[in-house]
């Protein structure tokens, strides 16, 4: 069978790459390293697949008509999407090796009547949710088949927290039982942590609710994570945008709940976002104990 | 800031989305939002708000906050800058009730 061998949640916000030079050169510095630490361990694993669970910012599907998540099954991804280089600061397109293949073995597994999954192709916009892992981890240069999960966390409705830590489950079950055997898997979610993007609350973090948030993964108590991380929780810790966290509890349930590890977290103002990096050290952890 | 006014029919939406993938609508945008905005089926009250500047016109018809972040980098420029963003901050200001900047 094939094998879960990372899973790890990351931050995006477009300041990483379009104004780091605005940040405290110490916190830059230990940032970066952070993102660099990942990608580390993302080639270290030997990945034949990675799997980025990556919010869509209101980009590809009709606001009326919102899939709950959705894979890319394009045969390559490019980004960022002209409209966002500047913002980036990205002016040369990156190329990833796309992942149909496995994507539609997912979709058909993972296929059922309470989740409205889809599968997306053709021109597909990706700004900073894929942008700033594939900028600060290198995954262009790694040549990792990258399979990009569109999930909603921002057009009501979105799923809810619980769904979000099952379905994380759901995937790695798929991922165990239908991809081909002897591949190795990645998750990385991205996005989050508290922000209000084109809210009244733009400039503020709510670092309080971050720090908990961090604790809670790293508790590795899934039921007091899923209690005290609602989707209201993370509204009310900024509106439309903290609720990108719900793409890390996707990769919380497939990484069994944890214990994570936090690799680096800062509120870093002039992102008008909070930005933490987790990994929940997977390569360990046996299937066997994410079914119970 | 609440989702609660959200609605997913507004037409401004459909309108941010090209706007995004259409370089050349996106070009005569920044020259004429209001013309743009006339000729894309939004409604007069929308169109009064671009004209105006005015985010929390926006916000109340049930325009999402993080597509009306984006138009208003749309309007102002996506260009950071070295102390600021434009757009950021002629949002915040629109929303919490004070003078948009005229450009």
């Known amino acids: ?292 | 800031m609440s989702l609660d006014r959200f609605n997913p029919d507004l037409a401004v939406h459909r309108l941010v989305q090209e706007l995004k993938r259409d370089r050349i609508l996106r070009e005569e945008f920044e020259r004429d939002p209001a013309a743009v905005a006339e000729r894309s089926g939004l409604s007069a009250a929308e169109v009064a708000a671009i004209r105006g500047r005015d985010f929390k016109a926006l916000f109340e018809l049930g325009m999402h906050p993080f597509l009306l972040g984006q138009l208003s980098r749309l309007i102002f420029g996506t260009t950071e800058g070295t102390a600021t963003s434009a757009a950021a901050e002629a949002l915040v200001a629109s929303l919490r009730g004070e003078d948009a900047p005229a450009s």
């Open chain 1, 1 to 292: 069978m094939a094998t879960l061998e990372f899973v790890a949640a990351a931050s995006h916000a477009p300041g990483v790459t379009g104004w780091p030079d605005k940040v405290a050169p110490a916190t830059r510095q230990e940032m970066d390293a952070a993102y660099h630490e990942l990608g580390r361990r993302i080639r270290a694993s030997r990945l034949d697949l990675l799997i980025v669970i990556c919010n869509d910012h209101g980009s590809n599907f009709p606001l009326d008509d919102h899939p709950d998540l959705a894979f890319v099954l394009s045969e390559t991804h490019v980004g960022p999407a002209e409209w966002f280089t500047n913002w980036l600061n990205v002016h040369t397109q990156y190329s990833l090796t796309g992942a149909p293949e496995a994507g539609r073995l997912l979709f058909d597994a993972l296929r059922a009547d309470d989740v409205d999954l889809r599968e997306l192709a053709g021109e597909v916009l990706f700004d900073d949710n894929l942008t700033i892992p594939t900028k600060m981890m290198g995954l262009a240069e790694l040549g990792v088949p990258v399979l990009p999960l569109m999930h909603n966390t921002m057009i009501p409705p979105v799923p809810r927290e619980r769904f979000c830590y099952d379905w994380g489950r759901r995937l790695r079950t798929a991922v165990e039982t239908v991809l081909p055997a002897g591949m190795r898997v990645g998750i990385l979610a991205t996005g989050g942590m508290s922000h209000e993007p084109g809210g009244a609350r733009y400039m503020l973090i709510d670092e309080e609710f971050d720090r908990r948030f961090l604790a809670l993964v790293a508790a590795g108590d899934p039921e007091r994570l899923l209690t005290e991380a609602t989707y209201e929780a993370m509204e009310a810790a900024g509106a439309g945008g903290t609720a990108e966290l719900q793409s890390w509890l996707i990769a919380a349930g497939a990484a069994g709940g944890g214990p994570a590890e936090t690799l680096f977290y800062s509120p870093i103002l002039e992102f008008r976002c909070g930005i933490g990096l987790v990994d929940w050290n997977v390569a360990t952890t046996s299937p066997l104990e994410v079914a119970r």
